[in-house]
């Protein structure tokens, strides 16, 4: 599960730097979570946002759901930025 968490903040940061942007302009992270938010899950977030997020935290909102709207779901977290 750690390394699912972990590719959305790699693939992030790809999307980021592709539109000219950095974790810098992140203002929002908003994650679900498939049966609710295990200890191990929030444990990697916070050391990811700790990572990647280095100037200031953005609001985090962890969100539960009860299954997944197609199979791939498991790890889509959007995420807003301000750029400019």
Known sequence: MDEGVE???RNV???LKTAGAGWEH???VNAYHIG???KE???TMTRLCRRYMLRYAP???PNR???ARIADDA???PVTAVIG
Do not use: A, K, L, Y
Request: aromatic share 8%.
């Open 13 to 15: 940061e790809r999307t």
């Open 26 to 28: 992140v203002i929002h």
């Open 7 to 9: 590719q959305v903040f």
């Open 65 to 67: 759901r009860r299954r």
């Open 59 to 61: 609001i985090w909102t």
């Open 75 to 77: 790890h889509r977290d």
């Open 41 to 43: 899950v929030s444990e």
């Open 36 to 38: 609710g938010i295990p």
